[in-house]
């Protein structure tokens, strides 16, 4: 990628900077996947893996890990690529880290979730971009969303 081109993506994202995105579609909890979750993490806590004992439990049903919450967000189908555009050349994103996350409300099975992303910062890294966004997860019904984090993202052309 030129300097040029380098330039121009910095100058098309940083136009973006602050707008929210179209939401990502709906997208159901569901126990299987939590307990295919809490097999590849080992944590199998019985707030997500045991459903009659969770029904007991202070959320009153099972919930899925904040973990896993976080994990999918930016892949969840439907929406406009959560606040990010697409760039000219670009090979690849590579999640670089969080600067900030936050569980605010869980996530039961059943739930359905979606998430708005939005823009905060982007700059020239060398040949990379780094994007700072803001990803919040909504829980459908409620009004607290289940997690907002700060995703950095490099992106490779």
């Known amino acids: 990628m030129s300097n040029t081109d380098l330039d121009n993506a910095v100058e098309l994202m940083q136009a973006r900077i602050g707008q929210t995105s179209e939401p990502t579609d709906w997208f159901e909890m569901t126990q299987d996947r939590i307990n295919k979750f809490a097999d590849a993490t080992l944590d199998q806590q019985w707030i997500h893996v ?32 959560i606040g990010l555009p697409a760039l000219e050349g670009m090979k690849m994103g590579i999640n670089y880290g969080w600067n900030k996350v936050r569980f605010m409300s869980p996530v039961a099975v059943g739930d359905k979730i979606r998430t708005v992303g939005k823009l905060l910062s982007v700059e020239a890294k060398g040949p990379m971009l780094e994007a700072v966004n803001e990803l919040t997860v909504e829980i459908e019904g409620q009004d607290k969303p289940a997690c907002v984090a700060q995703s950095v993202l490099r992106i490779v052309f």
């Open 50 to 81: 045991d459903p009659e004992r969770a029904k007991k439990g202070p959320f009153g049903a099972p919930i899925a890990h904040g973990q896993l919450t976080m994990s999918i967000m930016s892949f969840l189908p439907g929406g406009s690529g």
